[in-house]
DNA sequence: TTTGACTATAAGTATATACATATTAATCTG
DNA sequence: CAGATTAATATGTATATACTTATAGTCAAA
């Protein structure tokens, strides 16, 4: 079983790639171990490593230790998605950029946000709508609530000058976010802000960020009509 | 300057993340080259080149040959999100999975699919249209546009038994794809095939998959009321 | 001033070796 | 036989070393 010379880890890769596609490596099968392959490769157990490590990150295969390698019964491919920061998002369009603060407020959140911030009941948050505009019209509105005992600082920031996003994304480090895209009919409300029509499709995307076991932020971006996110893997 | 010892690429790569962090290193500036971190940490240069490489591929960190290694400036964070292949994602939360092929027919397509699709004028394609429903009630429907010439086999598959994504996933190989996400409103359309409200704010996604400079199939899947699509950093 | 060749540099990678760690499988107890 | 102990094993990682490759920067020729 002496393969042929495979001296860089993208080949191997691409030889297990091209394996597990003409079905010789079937989907739920171990595959020979490193040491195995790496012979077999004519190549050292290391490239091997990197080589399935990297198909392992995308979802291609399941590794273990002691266990072994086997192809993912159910490769669930993985995009990665860039989260948009709105204004880079739309200068980067070539449009011009700007923000209005339409609500700005501390008050006690109702019970369904002090849920998601998982923060004490009486405790106040910093209530934030704005609008984020392209060439002058209207493209995402957000409404945000901050946790003010995670976010020091924020009190003497001008948030009509700097986003909150913004001010965010540069002062304050974060470990981990999740994120939900969802579609909703715009109301009266949206309809108004947004400049739209009542009834139309609008997407959404709603985000929690979070640093040292304590939610920094929690805000709902609801975009124009006409919106797309886009990805490639 | 011996910063203490770090001996593995997980404690370097905290480290350089405290760095950022604290702004000891700011966006956009370079940070010291792999041999002198190295020689820092009193650890081999292998062992920063994984903790760095990992930061680059999450977007932290900018790196090139000869340049080095500098903080990036406007740190897009990057979410992995898993494709849902609609019957998993059913089966996943308990629910039973079902579909019928509502449109299963060879023709022409229209011109902008035509474009999308990147075939010549008068080729026909397979057009699909297959609903998925979870415990009886309406899910997800797709409209599938699919290359015959790049899928061979597809003529004498009954996709009644198997829907078209599990057997394009099953025996085509593919090598990347795109990705768009957006929302729509219900029409008529959608509306009776989702048994849904006309007017309603709809979850779409579109996707086209290729391999060998070949596309092989496009799909929009609309989503019924309420779907939301969910992913964590 | 531009173009092009050259060079020094930093990341990228391959390899042998050694040890760490998780986890399965086998074995030994009570 | 159940439960604890131990051995075996595949991946995970660290290290020194050596070589490769892309490219920023420099300097000279056009």
């Known amino acids: 079983m002496s393969g042929g010379d495979f001296n860089s880890w993208q080949s191997v890769q691409a030889e297990v790639l091209r394996r597990i596609n003409a079905r010789e490596w079937k989907p739920g099968e171990f595959i020979p171990n490193e040491a195995e392959l790496a012979l077999e490769f004519n190549c050292a157990r290391a490239t091997v490593n990197r080589a399935l490590r990297a198909l392992a ?57 002090r849920a998601r911030m998982r923060t004490n009941p009486g405790v106040k948050l910093l209530h934030l709508v704005t609008l984020h505009l392209a060439d002058g019209k209207p493209y995402v509105f957000g409404d945000r609530w901050i946790n003010p005992d995670a976010v020091p600082g924020i009190e003497s920031a001008d948030l009509s000058v700097q986003s909150a996003n913004e001010w965010l994304v540069a002062n304050i480090p974060f470990e981990g976010g999740d994120f939900s895209f969802s579609a909703m009919t715009a109301g009266k409300r949206e309809a108004e802000i947004l400049a739209c029509k009542e009834g139309e499709g609008l997407f959404v995307i709603e985000r929690s960020t979070w640093a040292k076991d304590q939610i920094i932020t929690s805000v709902r971006l609801t975009f124009a009509p006409g919106y797309r996110m886009h990805t490639e893997i």
């Not at 399941?62 to 019964?73: H, I, S, W, Y």
């Not at 950029?97 to 609500?103: F, G, I, N, Q």
């Open 57 to 113: 990150e995308t979802g291609l295969l399941d590794r273990r230790r002691k266990a072994g390698t086997r192809v993912a019964l159910h490769p669930v491919r993985k995009a990665t998605l860039a989260i948009p920061v709105i204004r880079y998002e739309i200068e980067g369009k070539g449009q011009s950029y700007r923000h209005t603060v339409l609500v700005e407020e501390r008050l006690v959140p109702p019970s369904g946000i």
